[in-house]
């Protein structure tokens, strides 16, 4: 395995459990303790967001749950993410309007959809470029407050333009879900607005992969019954599908 490909699973490994210690690595991804070591001081050394523990990694910065930029999310259960993505068209008509919300997967949703005749609303930046080209397509992009890093919109400026729309579908994504306590996020950002969205869509689909399932972070968005459809991969618990179908949300397995 190369060191790229070494630094991604570890980025996934942590993403899941935190923390991992040398000896976790070195069983994961079936190296030596010498490349273990090396492999956390680059990630270490290259993204402030992961410190160095006794013999080990964490995902956890002054005492704060970490988020990856945008970039190493697009990396992170990327095929997964596509597999959702590509199942989330079929819900959609040309004769809806949808919102796209902020997000890799969701970015992913807007790469499936470039040749579709669809009208769209969204809050990312850089969903917003991926379909400008697109002439089928009719764009509307909500201006506000850009995060830097996220190319996400927020604020109350774009909680307002937002306010001015109305949308069959809302696609949105998120940092975890659990059916107790909802949709939530790790920054605080994005959450006003992504309330908003919910108000101003008649159908929501959230797209998350199965390592955000059973998580929680700590920003509340909504509850989990607010939720029409759910849309993930093949690698969520029987558990989690029956808990989940049990609030009433319909549940699908993207292959």
Known sequence: MQKIDRVYKIKELLLAHKELSVKDIMKYLNVS????????????????????IRNGISLFKKGHEAEYLFEEKLGINAIYKKQIAKSAVKFLSDKHTIIIDSGTTCFF???EIQHRKIQVVTTDLKIAYQLSNTPNIKLHIVGGEVRSGYYSMGGIQASKNLEQFYADILVMSADAFDVSAGVTNIETFEVSIKQTLR?????????VDSSKIEKRSFYKIMDAVEIDILITDKNISQEQKKAIQELGIQLEIAE
């Open 33 to 52: 303790e010498p490349t273990a070591r090396r492999d956390i001081s680059y990630i270490v050394g290259n993204n402030e967001m992961y410190c160095r």
């Open 109 to 111: 949703f807007a790469t």
């Open 199 to 207: 108000k101003i869509a008649k159908t929501l689909i959230l797209l």
